[in-house]
């Protein structure tokens, strides 16, 4: 018997869902068994792949003509809420002449909405991504078939008589839902199916704004949390089929149309670089503010159902007041980042109230989107600190429209910590290139100084309260990057199928070396594989000591080669419920070694010590 240095310790169920599958070995190599195979010989894309996406470009048609209906019934409701008319074009809610009459308008929404909460689907409460999120990592994609009709009717509701919302949460809700009810009714993985809600959302945004490009990376930042060619694929042809309807209903023009912009200065970046960090500084404090006022709802002693109708008082105070508060505001957002919304003091008042009116109604639970007040918020900030800058350092030519754009983007990045999502996005609804490179250097700035100063983000608060973990990292996966040969035993320790048990008992009685092991594989004469015996089947006193070891094999053997990845190997023993797997040499195609869940943890101490140990030495 040879020995093995490696132990396998107390086996731990692993779950984890897993593609590979075992494929026929070779006669030559004795009985029947199932092969791991390597993992980069597989398709990255296959038949299935091409059928989900497919389905996908099916998908974003129906949720890019969704999302134009919402936009319209958005409209009829404007219009028959601040006008008393029946009309489907676009419309401002602040140009109402109401009087203070507009103060009762979103507590009329708020109580309509909150009792299509109570009776319907509470999940309508809430700007929609957070819920998507939630779906994904803890049920599987799965999101009820009601959500496709009650959430952006609750937020046509809410929106439509004023609440200080964007349109684009809501559709991209509904979107996701869509393509989760269809992965459910097709059948599907949960990974087919997150593939389906993650395109339905991207499709969404993309029919929102005519950004395709920032819809995809949405899609990766906050739903997908992956990388993978069999999803990213799907979604963004998804993300391009809905913005080709948007051009068909809407035509190619920018969402926020401005004036050409300038090449930036060195000095003038510096300055957009410190804006971003600022107004990451602010995207933290913003977040803060609404979970704070979320838990002053919390302690209400009246039912969750009317918090709406509270929350819809500040609006339509704060509405009669400062009107342009008032529905989505994306005209708001156009003339500031243009900078001809007016004096600075106008803008810094808007904003404020802006603020406090998307605050306090999206705490209280109603249903309405966060980009676009977000995006009022952080251009009005752009403009300020950047009017600022312009005066402090008048040498550095810092442009406010620049300073505006800046600002948008990086509060939705430090809130969001989406931040190539944010840069993005800002140049798509803008089409102006030259704001790009300040985009990426503002958008950095945000999130570097969000990740340091807050744990959570606007998107993940919520339900990091209720348990739920958010990946926050999209590395690759460690254990595919390192073969199995590479971190199997040296040696082999084995029996021989003839022996018998009484011989094999005295030998682990003996305390040898190897006789520690939980598994051993049993060869023939031949030196081929007759399967694997654990020390438990061994040691049982019901079987009698003269029986010879091949009788105590179960099952075929499950097997992986030498050059099979950790991650092959992994996901076989997670496939079969085994804790360990012979080593096969592709060449030799005979047993070589045994691999165990232990050697697997192994690796992935080799792993954290180069994450965490701090090295010193040039190599001449």
Known sequence: MNQNNSEDHVDHQVERSSTTEGLPVAPSMGPAM????????????????????????????????????????????????????????????????????????????????????????KAIRGHGIPEAMEQVLTNRSRIPARMTFLKPLSAAIAIGTGGPFGAEGPIIATGGAMGSVLGQIM????????????????????????????????????????????????????????????????????????????????????CYIVIGAIVGVASVLVTKAIYWIEDLFERLPIHWMWWPAIGAVVVGVIGYFSPRTLGVGYSNISQIISNDL????????????????WAVYLSSGTSGGTLAPLFTIGSGMGLLLGAAAAWAIPGAHVDLRVAALVGMAAIFAGASRAMLTSAVFAFETTLQPLGLLPLLGGCAAAYFVSALLMRNTIMTEKIARRGVQVPVEYAPDFLAQVLVRDTMSKTLVHLKADQTLDEVRRWVASRGNGTRHQGFPVLDGDGLLVGVVTRRHLLDPDEPPGKRVRELVQRPAIVVYADASLRDAADHMVNHDIGRLPVIDRATRRVVAMITRSDLLAAHRHRLRETQEAERGLKV
């Open 34 to 121: 199932e092969v791991a195979e390597v993992a980069g010989q597989a398709a990255l894309v296959d038949g299935r792949a091409v059928l989900i996406a497919a389905v996908c470009v099916g998908l974003a048609v129906a949720a890019a003509l969704v999302a134009q209906g919402l936009v319209r019934l958005i409209a009829l409701i404007t219009n028959l809420s601040f006008y008393g008319r029946v009309s489907f074009a676009p419309v401002d809610p602040w140009q109402h002449r109401l009087g203070v009459w507009v103060v009762f308008v979103p507590i009329i929404g708020a109580v309509i909405v909150g009792l299509m909460a109570r009776y319907g689907s």
């Open 187 to 270: 059948p599907t993985t949960a990974a087919e199916r997150k593939t389906l809600l993650a395109a339905g959302a991207a499709a969404g945004m993309s029919a929102t704004f005519g950004a395709p490009a920032s819809a995809v990376l949405l899609a990766i930042e906050l739903l997908l949390f992956e990388f993978r060619p069999r999803s990213l694929v799907p979604i963004a042809l998804a993300s391009v089929t809905a913005a080709g309807v948007r051009v068909a209903f809407e035509g190619a023009h920018a969402m926020f149309p401005m004036p050409d912009l300038s090449s930036p200065t060195g000095e003038a970046i510096a």
């Open 342 to 357: 007016g004096p600075l003091k106008f803008v810094a008042v808007l904003c404020l109230m802006k603020f406090v009116s």
